[in-house]
């Protein structure tokens, strides 16, 4: 009984070590072998130090129990944050900025080192802050409402360059319309009206003016028409002069060519014909008028 027992014994040893080699290899293969998931990188820490290398997607074989895959996601990523800043002339300036971004996936054991998982709360919120503020102060408020868009590029330029430089790759930068306080905001709006109050004025002014010049051009031109008909009068006179001197009968001439055939005698004592008729014509109308008398 004694050796059979021994023997019981013996193979519920070889049993239970069975069990634990097999254990053991299911621990060590589980802990050999990674798979980093899509859209992400592998950042391999040997014995807690980050190596020089990145691992891609896809089942990967690490050293078990002395190395560890952290992952890093690497595809597109948004970011938002409020912002304020001072402008030149010291106005209070708010906005918002919203920006697209990914990690360099070659260089996410780099990032992971110096900036660790939560990179974006390190390094993007900041950056945003000090780019808003360093960007917005080259402007003064009157010119973030009229260069809008170049302030804008200015700010997303700042963001991108400081963010690249840390690995940080910015795809796109939205910005809303920057606020301003109240105060300024009405300083603005009773300006813009002033403005156009101005404009209205200049227009008004210019209406004024095409009718004084269109005014000044109705007379210039009676001025020259009066000075046409004076100078054609004053010619006529000289001719009608030269010919009276001429020939004493001319207007005696004008006057039988604008005859109706009336005889135009003055009445009364002393009269005498407005012109003078041949004699012979002059009695045979004498002894017209006896004969009616």
Do not use: C
């Amino acid at each position: 009984m004694i050796p059979s027992r021994s023997i019981l014994g013996s193979n519920k040893l070889k049993i239970i070590a069975g069990i634990v080699t097999f254990i053991v290899i299911i621990l060590i293969m589980s802990e050999s072998a990674v798979v980093v998931q899509a859209g992400h990188r592998g950042v391999v820490l040997y014995v807690g130090a980050v190596e020089n290398r990145v691992l891609g997607e896809g089942l990967h074989f690490i050293i078990p129990f002395a190395e560890q895959v952290i992952q890093l996601e690497v595809r597109t990523l948004k970011f938002q944050a409020n912002a304020s800043a001072a402008s030149n002339d010291l106005q209070e300036v708010a906005t918002v900025i919203a920006l697209n971004y990914h990690v360099d996936p070659n260089k996410a054991n780099i990032i992971y080192q110096q900036l660790g998982e939560d990179y974006s709360d390190r390094i993007i919120a900041p950056t945003i802050q000090e780019s808003v503020k360093a960007s917005v102060a080259k402007f003064n408020a009157e010119q973030l409402i009229t260069q809008r868009e170049t302030a804008k590029a200015t700010i997303a330029q700042a963001i991108s360059n400081t963010l690249s430089s840390r690995d940080i790759l910015v795809e796109n930068v939205f910005i809303t319309d920057f606020q301003f306080s109240q105060a300024f905001a009405n300083q603005v709006e009773s300006k813009v009206v002033a403005f156009q109050k101005y404009l209205t004025e200049q227009n008004n002014l210019k209406a004024i003016q095409v009718v004084a010049n269109q005014t000044v051009v109705r007379a210039q031109a009676q001025a020259r028409a009066n000075v046409a008909n004076a100078t054609g009068e004053s010619q006529a006179i000289r001719l009608i002069t030269e010919q009276l001197r001429q020939s004493p009968q001319y207007l005696q001439w004008k006057a039988i060519g604008r005859w109706d055939g009336q005889m135009p005698f003055a009445l009364g004592s002393g009269g005498f014909p407005f012109f003078q008729l041949p004699v012979q014509q002059s009695q045979l109308l004498k002894q017209q008028n006896q004969t009616k008398q």
